[in-house]
């Protein structure tokens, strides 16, 4: 398959990329960050993803999509928020990355919509969650939102599920790849203290999302994701990986 992209993910998509046949086209390219993103970043991407797309239409070939499973999604959706559900993003990001769907599935090119929520693992960007709390813990204070919740998936999990979604050839679907399980900042921070053995000042805000992603539809798709552990302790695991993998030393 041909990975259109440098990052973080589109790095964890190569070991497979022999897998899966040169008509599947990955676009692990674009906006990655929900905050403090320019609007020339939302245009390259926007720009990026039409002549992609355009590409796979003229070509025959199948383009695979990432978009949000995020608060900037799905922030308003009451109870676990499916992919059917009507959404109004609550985010310049969100909103963003649904207008980004909308014209993927008006291009005329075949598809697939992953909405993702928070991966974790060796080699992401030092801006995201676990590695931008893992920096300001080692220098001794971490600044924690009261109400913020976020869903973790290790992306090794991440990527299984990629293979095992490819391979079913789905065309016009989209899909939550998430754990299901929504934890609150405050306990990523208690279980990353315990095991980086390190003694931490917590400082406060008020503020922070808070919501729940639906995997019925992942689950059914993906048998194999009950091999991979999601349920409330998932996270721990998640973040085990991510302390072990980095070689981080815990106490």
Sequence with gaps: MEIVGRGFLARSLRPISHLHPDAVVVLAAGVSWASGVSEADFTRERDLLDSVAARCAAEG???LFFS???SGMYGRVRGPAREDDDVTPCSPYGTHKLALEER???SGAAHLILRLS???????P????VPSLVDQMGRGSVTVQRSASRDLVDVDDVVRVIDRLLAQGLTGTTVNVASGESVPVDRIVDHLQDRLGLSVVRE???GGSCHQVN???????VPEVEDMGFSPDYYRRVLDRFVS???LISG
Aim: hydrophobic fraction near 40%; avoid cysteine.
């Design 61 to 63: 070939r199948h383009l």
């Design 68 to 70: 949000t499973a995020s």
């Design 104 to 106: 993927l599935r008006s």
């Design 118 to 124: 928070h991966l974790v693992g060796p080699g992401q």
């Design 126 to 129: 030092a801006h995201q969650l």
């Design 204 to 206: 406060y805000a008020d």
């Design 215 to 221: 995997v019925d539809r992942l689950r059914a798709l």
């Design 245 to 247: 993998s980095v070689g």
